[in-house]
């Protein structure tokens, strides 16, 4: 059987050879940008392939380490890997498009266009890296290591917007990882003082498996450090104001991969964290933490999107308020994890659909304001349909997949026996609600300009639009028995329970009632 040994180099291998051919067409001044469009694709497909079969191997036979346990896919993070696998096949498909219609208008040179996909996989393997890591400096580096590779794509225009984004994106994201460094630095010297063989320090097993031996007050000083410096690169409040720019200067496909790919990987390292403190603290702190970091983001984004006019950045705000709602949804207990590992899902979903379609929609009004921007559904009728019923499901409205995960965070404020934060929390998504309605109010319908030419963008910017919206659909009516498992696998993982399943204490429309009772979660989750 294939292990993780052997196909781990193809995973990362792929996007960094990709990433070569597309630097290597940069270099040859563009000559050569049809070849890394295609080299670009076979990545994609790849990466795509690989990370969901190991996705499955994950569920099937547990964990898989690999390099001298270096490396790890759990349930955890062959979750997050597979919903990379995902985004990173969907931008990708729709960026050649993107690109191409680019390349056409004379927005970019065939120089920039292999630039752009020697970066763009340069930060798919970096974001792999990022996912699969055990050594616990190693995630420092990878996060950083996406930094590097991502700020070129924000600043790819090299326009002065463009720039000024790129730069403050690099800037806070430094300093705000320096500070995750600090409280990876501290676990580690803890670590190092109180095991037999030192070595063991740097491997996250290692150090969740023993962390009873860790001194709290240590490893508390460590835990807020890694959730204001990996918190940074998440877009927590109030660390977040790197994202809207950068997320609204980049092409619109890398604005998805950053929006559904990278946030998910610093996410994924306070959590790997979260698991650790959890042991050392109990859950009292932890939770205190990610609740109060997570309802504070969830508000501020909410005001800013009810009020802005550009639609990518509006869309960069809602990233703000989903990351901060899963964060507030892991504070809640079991079935809160299981929730926040739904809506990890969902989230990616959409918005990978929101920024690509809004990328189509910039393309053809050549603006980003919605004041410009009317009549959408009249002038590219399938990029209107889409985009608006995007708009819908990431406002979590039914029946789409979003509503699900959101429905199941509520439910969990309620057992946790939160009802203040959760009624909160409903005034601020209603908000959110309402800002996403009127954005598709002013774009989607109304009257379209004057001597605008009807039609699409082009086959592949609206295909991966369609296969997302069905997706999406299904997600939200009948979510398949595989992904609940992974869901199920990645909640285990992170409550540090292997034996006890969420998935068993919930009773979904189209499952067979269990035996087993909800008041199991609730003493979990109180206690």
């Not at 404020?413 to 909160?424: F, K, N, R, S």
């Not at 309605?437 to 609206?462: D, N, Q």
């Amino acid at each position: 059987m294939l292990t993780l040994d052997t196909v781990f180099p193809y995973l990362i291998g792929i996007p960094l050879i990709a990433s070569a051919v597309g630097f290597l067409g940069a270099a040859t001044c563009g000559r050569s940008h049809k070849v890394a469009s295609l080299i670009h694709l076979v990545s994609v497909v790849a990466t795509f392939l690989i990370s969901g079969w190991l996705g499955l191997q994950v569920i099937d036979h547990g964990s898989l380490l690999s390099s001298g346990h270096w490396l790890i896919l759990d349930g955890l993070s062959a979750l997050f890997m597979a919903v990379l696998g995902v985004v990173a096949l969907i931008t990708g498909i729709h960026a050649v498009g993107y690109i191409s219609y680019e390349l056409k208008h004379e927005e970019v040179s065939g120089r920039q266009v292999s630039l752009f996909y020697g970066l763009y996989n340069l930060f798919l393997a970096s974001m792999i890296l990022a996912i699969s890591a055990n050594n616990i400096i190693m995630m420092w580096v990878a996060i950083e290591a996406t930094t590097i590779s991502s700020v070129f794509l924000v600043g790819i225009y090299t326009k002065r917007s463009s720039l000024e984004a790129a730069w403050k994106y690099i800037m806070i994201c430094t300093v705000g990882v320096a500070f995750g460094l600090f409280g990876t630095v501290l676990t580690y010297a803890n670590a190092v003082a109180v095991f037999n063989d030192p070595s063991q320090a740097l491997l996250w097993t290692a150090v969740r498996d023993h962390a009873h031996l860790l001194d709290p007050r240590l490893i508390q000083i460590s835990f807020i450090f890694v959730v204001i410096g990996f918190g940074t690169k998440t877009g927590l409040f109030p660390m977040h104001t790197w994202l809207p720019d950068a997320h609204s200067e980049a092409p619109s496909p890398v604005s998805g991969l950053l929006s559904a790919g990278l946030l998910n990987c610093a996410l994924l390292v306070i959590i790997r964290f979260f698991i650790i403190s959890n042991e050392v603290l109990g859950s009292a702190f932890t939770n205190g933490v990610l609740l109060t970091f997570g309802l504070l983001s969830v508000g501020v984004a909410a005001l800013f999107i009810l009020i802005q006019k550009d639609i990518k950045r509006l869309l960069a705000y809602s990233s703000v308020e989903n990351m901060g709602l899963i964060t507030f949804a892991i504070g809640l207990g079991p079935l809160g994890i299981f929730a926040a590992m739904l809506h990890v899902i969902n989230h990616s979903l959409g918005k990978t659909l929101m920024f690509c379609g809004a990328g189509n929609v910039m393309l053809k009004f050549g603006s980003r304001n919605m004041n410009v921007i009317k009549g959408v559904v009249r002038v590219a009728p399938w990029t209107g349909v889409l985009f608006g019923a995007g708009a819908m499901a990431l406002g979590g409205v039914p029946p789409f997949n979003l509503f699900i995960s959101e429905f199941l965070v509520i439910c969990s404020g309620i057992y946790a026996q939160h009802p203040v934060l959760t009624i909160v929390l409903l005034l601020l998504l209603t908000i959110v609600l309402a800002g996403l309605a009127r954005m598709v109010a002013s774009t989607v319908l109304g009257k379209a300009p004057e001597g605008m030419k009807k039609g699409e963008i082009g086959v592949l910017t609206v295909a991966p639009l369609v296969v997302l919206i069905a997706f999406m659909l299904l997600m939200g009516t009948h979510i398949p028995q595989v992904i609940l498992q992974g869901v199920d696998h990645a909640a285990q993982v992170v409550i540090n329970k292997p034996n006890y399943s969420v998935l068993q204490s919930l009773h979904l429309p189209w499952q067979v009632v269990p035996n087993t009772d909800v008041s199991t979660l609730v003493t979990h989750t109180t206690h």
